[in-house]
Nanobody
């Protein structure tokens, strides 16, 4: 149904910032949304999630204080501001639409294709 398109990935050096965007083809104002990432050889992990209104967010411990998830429902867009990037943040980042709030992959059914983030030391 809804299509998601991530953008904003790229290659940066440690300490730099990136802002990822996820554009949805339809309205998302009633859905929790999340960002996930998967590094080579590792399992996909939840990075950040946000309630439909944006009033509550949750983050993986590894990114708390460095990443900020936000949304613009009028623009059907989800964002992930990533500051103070570290080499261990290198991964393919995916956005997803969920039916519940949290970092568990089982809450999410609709996924984007992903965008590569590479952080060098």
């Amino acid at each position: 149904q809804v299509q998601l398109a991530e953008s904003g990935g790229g290659s940066v050096q440690a300490g730099e910032s990136l802002r990822l965007s996820c554009a949805a083809s339809t309205a998302i104002l009633h859905n929790s949304m999340g960002w996930f990432r998967q590094a080579p050889g590792k399992e996909r992990e939840g990075v950040a999630a946000i309630l439909p209104s944006g009033s509550m967010t949750t983050y993986a411990a590894s990114v708390k204080g460095r990443f900020t998830i936000s949304r613009d429902n009028a623009a059907n867009t989800l964002y992930l501001q990533m500051n103070s990037l570290k080499p261990e943040d290198t991964a393919v980042y995916y956005c997803a639409i969920g039916d519940a709030f949290g970092l568990s992959e089982r809450f999410y059914k609709n996924w984007g294709q992903g965008t590569q983030v590479t952080v060098s030391s």
